[in-house]
């Protein structure tokens, strides 16, 4: 497995980790994680990251979101479709990615091809946050025009607005799916799925920077503040808190391989820490391994090679399009002439269908796959034009 993570400095950091078994012969594992590579492709700080079964994506508030290849470790380019600072990359399985940014869009893209295949205007101010149910059909998104948006991805539409009181910036689903929460500040809302209302709220001592569900009920949270608690969603009390960090904790990242549930801190503080859940989560985990990347970190994620399944993942065949047949129908009527027609047949807030170059006649925006090279000549020719007109 390889922990990856993005900072301030500009860059993405991987190490390996393995588990070794001790020579005395018992049955403790000693884990080590080792320096495996940095990338430097973002021209700002990264502010998401996001891992399937080949890539780890990174988005930045330079508006760019790159692919690092994690079988060749190489760069695969960038897909520059946003205008703003993008804020959350999620993927369903290994075949869609969806992105979401300060320019108010939800893009889908196809992890295969890299091809824009939706971009949709989902808020009238920043999207901050977007999670994907298990099942793949529906995404709920939070942003900075007061509403929660639960999205209808099979036919790529709003499916219902909620307009909350305050701006969210975090909201999360089950892993069953049948709870989500929204994060405002310092307090976590529940809903229930089958009532879409709230069942409760959690009140956090700090300001909530993340939340991962450690099982259908049990809730981890960070904040700004060195602690990490873990909390019943059901009866919204505190079963355990412990010191994770020196610094507020940035990103936390949960999964399950055999004999192990684990959960990966980052923090501000710079270090990077995996830590071994118990089966009773009102005891504290154990560290497993920690590592010091020397940087303020934001981002995190895990990437699990081959060797390990993570229990949480689909099977291939439970994963739906999130492009229909019908879906792309229309996008070949429009291409044969009828695009007025089903633009104007398009209801609120707009869906836009994008193919391997985008109709901007500027380069560095389209909504296919770009080389770093040439974003990065793009950019160098911008600065001399403005240059020049000073």
């Known amino acids: 497995m390889e922990l990856v993570a993005g900072c301030y400095e500009q860059v993405l950091f991987g190490f390996a980790v393995r588990p070794e078994r001790k020579a005395s012969g018992d049955h403790e594992?000693?884990?080590?994680?080792?320096?495996?590579?940095?990338?430097?492709?973002?021209?700002?700080?990264?502010?998401?990251?996001?891992?399937?079964?080949r890539f780890v994506v990174t988005g930045s508030k330079d508006e760019t979101i790159h692919i690092y290849d994690m079988k060749k470790k190489v760069d695969h380019g960038a897909l520059v479709h946003h205008n703003g600072t993008i804020t959350c990359l999620k993927f369903h399985g290994n075949r869609h990615?969806?992105?979401?940014?300060?320019?108010?869009?939800?893009?889908?893209?196809?992890?295969?091809?890299?091809?824009?295949?939706?971009?949709?205007?989902?808020?009238?101010?920043?999207?901050?946050?977007?999670?994907?149910?298990?099942?793949?059909?529906?995404?709920?998104?939070?942003?900075?025009?007061?509403?929660?948006?639960?999205?209808?991805?099979?036919?790529?539409?709003?499916?219902?607005?909620?307009n909350i009181k305050q701006n969210a910036h975090i909201v999360e689903w089950s892993p069953k799916g049948e709870k989500y929460v929204v994060v405002l500040l310092n307090k976590i809302d529940v809903y229930h799925l089958d009532t879409a209302s709230v069942s409760g709220t959690i009140t956090n001592e700090k300001r909530v920077s993340s939340v991962t569900f450690l099982s259908e009920s049990v809730l981890a949270v960070a904040g700004d503040e060195e602690v990490i608690r873990f909390f019943d969603t059901d009866s919204l009390m505190c079963l355990c808190e412990f010191k994770a960090h020196e610094n507020r904790v940035k990103d936390m990242f949960s999964f399950e391989i055999p004999e192990h549930h684990v959960i990966v801190t980052a923090s501000s503080d710079g270090f990077i820490k995996m830590w071994k859940l118990k089966q009773d989560k009102k005891v504290p985990p154990s560290l497993l391994c920690e590592v010091n990347t020397n940087a303020r970190l934001t981002c995190l994620g895990v990437w699990l090679d081959?060797?390990?399944?993570?229990?949480?993942?689909?099977?291939?065949?439970?994963?739906?399009?999130?492009?229909?047949?019908?879906?792309?129908?229309?996008?070949?009527?429009?291409e044969s002439g009828d695009a007025v027609q089903e633009e104007k047949r398009q209801s609120k807030p707009s869906v836009k269908k994008c193919g391997l170059t985008g109709v901007s006649k500027k380069p560095t925006k389209g909504s296919g796959l770009v080389s770093t090279k040439k974003r990065k000549m793009v950019e160098t020719l911008e600065k001399k034009r403005k240059k020049k007109k000073v």
């Open 29 to 53: 594992e000693k884990w080590t994680p080792v320096a495996d590579f940095t990338h430097h492709a973002h021209t700002a700080s990264l502010s998401a990251v996001a891992v399937n079964g």
């Open 306 to 334: 081959s060797m390990t399944d993570p229990k949480e993942s689909l099977p291939p065949a439970a994963e739906p399009s999130l492009v229909n047949k019908e879906e792309k129908s229309k996008s070949s009527k429009r």
């Open 97 to 162: 990615l969806i992105s979401g940014a300060e320019d108010g869009l939800i893009c889908v893209w196809d992890a295969k091809k890299w091809e824009c295949l939706k971009s949709i205007k989902a808020h009238k101010g920043h999207v901050t946050f977007l999670s994907i149910h298990p099942s793949g059909k529906l995404a709920l998104s939070v942003g900075t025009d007061k509403t929660l948006r639960t999205w209808n991805l099979v036919e790529g539409r709003s499916a219902f607005i909620k």
